[in-house]
């Protein structure tokens, strides 16, 4: 009987699968609970796989399945597990208790069998669990999700098994994640076990700390014992010539060894500088992409194409033609259907080899050249595109400890990839622009060679003029790109930053007035392009981030006229801030050289606010994401601008009323509502907190406008923070702000979560007096108008929490918790991660009730259901009842810390 794939069930047997099935299973790779059990394997294929591997082929099921017959019948032992692997699978164990989904993290260094130990978890779990690995593009969260359901579902109700998933893209986990809970919902499945376990295999050269297995190029010593064991087994069933040859085994048996490496490779030394044979060619073109580019190759017809006007050989194999070098090379195929793929048998090799060839005068850039000339002729793959992509422009993050706070690590982009930062250490900075200007012209229609270009001409060679021709280029072939935009204006600024304190006042600002441009051109086009949850029509770009360079730029820009032109002449401090005609500054009166600025320089000011404004905001209300802050020099560099356009100059001529106490608070910055909520975090003091409270509460005498009143109240409950009692005339106020009441989705979602913590009820059996629902639905309306595509991407910060106590009271600024927790216990790094801490909570705030339905949180309100969001959505997965804290974002109301709720009151467990 012909062999039938089967999938583990729920009950601990196997159910058989039907073709159907796995046509729906296109994107992942699937490794059965039966795989090969029956079959019968010729047994020159798996002396053939076996081998394979061992010189560096990546591994195939195969191999795991021939290395788990050799143990059992006597003639082999197992693949060697290293030391990460005992905690790999007691972490993918312990996740089985829970539901929905859950996140297993390995990071590894290159060349350091990482992609083996985490394919042999899942070869060893395919009983346990239903595994795959996500084998095509993670571009396509929707269809990835549905056909993860799939798999889980397969079957049948009765037979759903937890998918445990390996894949290699870390980003995509949190929107792939909620795309399961849609699909999963959409289908009315209901859960019985978690539905995927995702295994992130994730590379990375240098990982300081993590709470993750990490694997790195170095063997303890119990490894050092095993593959010494291996070694022993190997040279008993190999021949020593084919033992020689396992260099991708032998690499880490020596500990990674350098010597070893070296001793390998001296079979291309010497490299002839000229009329080199295309052996060696094409031994250089795999090293430079497999050294600078993991997980890289070529296909073989590829490598075969470049002996086609020079051959001698007739019909002999690609390994054939490639004496002496043979044994540096591997073949191998993804799947017997793929085309064979090359690649040097490691890293290390690769590495080794492309240092000998430049040692012998075959240089970095010389084989980069070559490989875009004779490999990227006529149309590219797009895998080979990819490949030349990332080995050109793709940029590493550097991770740095403080060593002050060895705690504390900063990550950061480097400026150029590795590949052009080498040619450019060791041949110098023009030689890394030949390369970059060649892919430039190679692939014409591409913007990101160009644009890299253009950021190596303004950041190494200073050559700015340049540096404008390629941006300006980039900029063509993608013009509706905001990301490539900023590189025109990245190349004015850095040319202004670079200018001398002595260059002309005129000279400054044609060179603001391009930068200036080109930021508000970028601005123009993030606006227009579109989230995510928008449809892709052909014409619209589609951003899963808002793009805030351009209105980042515009303000670092202004900081650097301010500094330039009034280091020269403290008259220009009037002029930019509109406290000064420009005539105050001209050299003749109606100057034209400067006189033609002029609407430039009286729009700055105001500019500056806006963008200033919008950047409170941002900063404020959310982050980058969970774990992530943004850097700090952001609201440095804007709060300094802000100073000195607008804080430290009031507006000459202006009638408005209350202008003087509206100055006062641009004085203090404190002009906007998310400036006022962000008081405690800016470390106000209590006098300072008083006249902010004072100048908004004149405001609104003087104005009745509803914002002045909101951030009076604002400002009121924060001060109740700092232990001052509320006024009796503050009562007023707050009827003044019910009288405003109900509010319209057109009112400002400041505006609807003030209402919503003010008439939250007491504790939940209180009655609310308004339809909470519905003021909940107005601000979610709000936030949507507001806010939601500038934050799309982000993570919204918790800015109020409902506590234990009666009345404004009971209302609880986050950096308050923040504070009385770190009194008591270790200061935690990372906050918005630890909100699910139910220590955080406990003392200060009220538990509130719910159910968890459908996916949905709904919190019972004296005895109303309302639904809420959660701020960790795996915690939707069960329909349960639950208990949890309620925080507010500037969207709506967050569950935080929620728990099972037991049968018997008040005790509850975690999920």
């Not at 017997?336 to 970095?364: D, F, N, W």
């Not at 420009?582 to 100057?591: F, G, Y």
């Not at 057109?746 to 003021?775: I, R, V």
């Not at 919190?859 to 109303?864: D, E, N, Q």
Request: include cysteine; charged fraction near 25%.
């Amino acid at each position: 009987m012909a062999w039938r794939p089967a999938l583990s069930t729920a009950t601990g047997g196997e159910i058989c699968i039907r073709s159907e099935i796995r046509d729906n299973l296109s994107l992942l790779d699937v490794v059965y609970a039966n795989q090969f059990e029956g079959e019968i394997i010729d047994t020159k294929v798996a002396e053939w796989t076996e081998e394979n591997f061992y010189r560096g082929a990546p591994p195939t099921w195969l191999n795991y399945h021939v290395s788990e017959q050799a143990k059992s019948d006597g003639t082999g032992t197992s693949f060697i597990k290293r030391d990460g692997y005992d905690t790999l699978v007691q972490q993918i164990n312990e996740r089985r208790k829970g539901f929905g989904t859950s996140t297993i993290k390995l990071f590894h260094q290159q060349g350091c069998g990482g992609t083996t130990l985490a394919m042999q978890v899942l070869w060893d779990m395919r009983k346990t669990f239903r595994c795959a690995v996500l084998s095509g593009s993670s571009s396509d969260i929707t269809n990835v999700a549905k056909e993860v359901v799939h798999l889980f579902t397969a079957g049948g109700q009765d037979h759903q098994k937890t998918v445990l998933l390996l894949l290699n893209d870390e980003q995509i986990l949190e929107n792939l994640q909620q795309s399961i809970m849609m699909e999963t919902d959409e289908q009315r499945i209901v859960t019985r076990v978690p539905v995927v376990i995702f295994f992130s295999c994730v590379r990375k050269n240098v990982v300081l700390q993590s709470d993750h297995v990490v694997l790195e190029a170095a063997l303890s010593d119990t490894e050092k014992q095993k593959f010494n064991e291996k070694k022993e087994e190997l040279h008993r069933r190999f021949s020593s010539e084919q033992c020689e040859q396992f260099h991708g085994f032998n690499i880490l048996q020596t500990n990674f060894s350098q010597e070893y490496v070296k001793q390998a490779c001296k079979v291309i030394c010497p490299v002839p500088r000229s009329n080199r044979s295309k052996r060696i060619q094409l031994v250089g073109f795999l090293s430079l992409l497999n050294a600078y580019v993991p997980g890289s190759y070529l296909l073989e017809n590829q490598c075969l194409d470049l002996f086609k006007h020079k051959d001698r050989f007739g019909d002999l194999t690609l390994e054939d033609r490639m004496k002496p070098f043979r044994n540096l090379i591997i073949t191998f195929q993804q799947d017997p259907s793929s085309e064979k793929r090359v690649r040097m048998a490691h890293p290390m090799i690769a590495q080794c080899c492309t240092e000998l060839m430049a040692e012998a005068g075959v240089t970095r850039s010389d084989t980069a050249r070559n490989f875009l000339t004779h490999l990227c002729r006529d149309e590219v793959p797009p895998f080979l595109f990819g490949f030349v992509k990332d080995m050109l422009t793709k940029r590493e993050m550097k991770m740095k400890e403080n060593p002050i706070n060895s705690t504390e690590i900063t990550e950061k982009q480097v400026k150029f990839s590795k590949l052009i930062l080498d040619i450019q250490e060791m041949q110098g900075e023009k030689e890394s622009a030949s390369v970059l200007k060649l892919a430039s012209r190679k692939f014409d229609q591409n913007p990101f060679f160009p644009q890299a270009l253009a950021r190596f001409y303004y950041i190494e060679l200073k050559d700015y003029n340049q540096a404008e021709l390629w941006a300006n280029r980039a900029k063509q072939r993608d013009p509706q790109n905001s990301f490539i935009a900023d590189t025109l204006g990245q190349v004015h600024k850095n040319h202004l930053m670079n200018k001398k304190s002595d260059v002309k006042p005129r000279e400054i600002l044609q060179l603001a007035t391009k930068a200036i441009n080109a930021f508000k051109d970028e601005e123009r086009l993030a606006e227009n392009e579109q989230g995510t949850d928008m449809k892709e029509d052909g014409k619209t770009k589609v951003s899963h981030v808002f793009n805030t360079r351009g209105q980042f730029g515009y303000l670092q820009v202004c900081n650097l006229v301010y500094d330039l032109l009034v280091r020269q002449n403290e008259t220009w401090r009037g002029v930019l801030t509109k406290t000064l005609p420009i005539n105050s500054v001209l050299e003749l009166p109606r100057d034209k050289k400067l006189f033609r600025f002029n609407d430039l320089i009286n729009s700055l000011r105001d500019e500056v606010e806006k963008k200033c404004d919008f950047f409170d905001k941002y900063l404020t209300y959310s982050k980058p994401d969970m774990k992530k802050d943004d850097a700090t020099y952001i609201p440095r560099d804007t709060s300094e601008c802000y100073r000195k356009y607008v804080g430290d100059s009031p507006p000459r001529r202006v009638k408005e009323k209350g202008a003087e106490f509206i100055q006062k608070l641009k004085q203090n910055q404190a002009g906007t509502s998310a400036a006022v909520l962000s008081c405690l975090d800016r470390e106000y003091t209590e006098s300072e907190l008083k006249e902010i409270t004072t100048w908004w509460k004149k405001i609104f005498e003087c104005k009745n406008s509803i914002i002045a009143l909101i951030n009076y109240i604002f400002a009121h409950i924060i001060l109740k923070h700092m232990g001052i009692m509320f006024s009796r005339s503050f009562y007023r106020f707050l009827g003044e702000f019910r009288q405003k009441m109900p509010l319209s989705p057109n009112d400002g979602p400041e505006q609807h979560m003030l209402a919503l913590l003010l008439y939250w009820p007491t504790d939940s059996k209180g009655k609310c007096d308004f339809d909470l629902n519905e003021l909940i639905h107005r601000m979610h309306c709000s936030y949507e108008n507001t806010y939601k595509t500038y934050f799309r991407s982000r993570h919204l910060r918790p800015l109020f929490f409902i506590g234990k106590g009666e009345d404004l009271d009971r209302i609880v600024h986050r950096k308050v918790l923040e504070e009385s927790f770190e009194k008591n216990k270790e200061p935690i790094q990372n906050w918005a991660y630890n909100w699910n801490n139910e220590d955080i909570f406990q003392d200060r705030l009220l538990k509130i009730d719910g159910v968890v339905r459908n996916y949905k949180l709904h919190a019972t309100v004296g005895g109303t259901e309302i639904q809420v969001a959660a701020n960790m959505r795996n915690r939707l997965w069960k329909p349960r009842q639950v208990s949890f804290y309620l925080g507010f974002t500037i969207r709506g109301p967050v569950a935080f810390g929620i728990q099972t709720k037991t049968a018997e009151k008040g005790n509850i467990l975690s999920p």
